[in-house]
């Protein structure tokens, strides 16, 4: 009953590769300027990527399977840097493909994705699976930041965009989605900024 998914980057779909490229020449310099190491340089198919997920392999194994007395109902996922997409795109693909398939069977299933990249924010608010929270790894301990509920982020966004307290089902996805929309207009993985979109005028 129980899912611990752990999943890479992979190869990133063609659209996100110019803007992706430019991103990391820029980093990459950067770090040499500064003598730092860029950690966007340990990207899918390079080797330190490889010994990285059979380490992380191993690691899961050794924490969730090699007791005797595992429990049955639980299992755990390595979805890896051969499969293509990003890590928080393969999850949230991952969440709608399990929703859509048997959550009407289980009754109330909970779902926290451990992650803080700005793209997931979005992916979890157009997905619209419900008792979902996303969780900041580098958050402080106890912080009030630290687990985020993408539900009553929903219903903010709703009561924020109307006086009315009865918005349907539709209308409220309907304001997730332009959310979202003007959000992408400031920039984001796939494309730059729009040069005169300002979210805050905008939404």
Request: charged share 20%.
């Amino acid at each position: 009953k129980s899912l611990v998914y752990v999943s890479m980057d992979g190869p990133a779909p063609l659209a996100k590769l110019p803007e992706q490229r430019a991103r990391r020449q820029d980093a990459a310099i950067s770090a040499a300027r500064k003598g730092t190491f860029d950690a966007q340089q340990l990207t899918p198919g390079c080797l330190a990527m490889t010994s990285l997920e059979s380490q992380i392999y191993t690691l899961l194994r050794e924490l969730f399977f090699a007791s005797s007395s595992q429990d049955s109902d639980f299992a755990a996922v390595l979805d890896g840097s051969c499969v293509d997409g990003e890590g928080e795109f393969k999850i949230i693909r991952k969440i709608l493909h399990d929703h859509v398939e048997g959550d009407a069977l289980k009754g109330r299933v909970t779902r926290a994705i451990l992650a803080c990249d700005a793209d997931l924010f979005l992916q979890a608010l157009l997905s619209d699976v419900p008792h979902l929270y996303l969780i900041d790894p580098f958050a402080p301990y106890q912080s009030s930041t630290a687990v985020f509920s993408v539900d009553r982020w929903r219903r903010a966004l709703s009561a924020e965009s109307s006086s009315s307290n009865n918005l349907s089902e539709t209308e409220g996805r309907q304001i997730a989605f332009d959310f979202v929309l003007f959000a992408l207009m400031s920039g984001s993985d796939y494309a730059p900024a729009l040069r005169y979109a300002n979210y805050r005028s905008l939404w």
